[in-house]
C-alpha cells in the first residue's frame, strides 16, 4: 500500500486495522513513516477484507479482496 500525501511529508504516523466482513479485527498495526507500507494477510482465509487507514484525524475505509 502506497499512500500519497498530497504534498505533506511522509513522516506522518498512519494507523492500519484490517477487519473481516463481520467486523472482527484481524490485526492493528502503527507505522512511524507514510511512505511506503506492505501488508500481509497469510494465514487468513480467502474472502473479503476491509482496511482502515487512519492519518491525523482523517480516515479511509478500502475493501480488498484475497483470493
Known amino acids: 500500500v502506497r499512500f500519497n500525501q498530497d504534498g505533506r511529508s511522509a513522516d506522518v504516523p498512519v494507523q492500519l486495522s484490517i477487519f473481516s466482513l463481520t467486523g472482527k479485527l ?3 498495526t ?3 513513516s507514510s511512505g511506503l507500507i506492505e501488508l500481509s494477510l497469510k494465514g487468513q482465509p480467502a474472502g473479503i477484507y476491509v482496511i482502515k487507514i487512519s492519518v491525523d484525524d482523517n480516515e479511509c475505509f478500502r475493501r480488498i479482496v484475497l483470493f
Request: charged share 15%; glycine share 0%; aromatic share 0%.
Open 30 to 32: 502503527r507505522h512511524a
Open 26 to 28: 484481524i490485526s492493528s
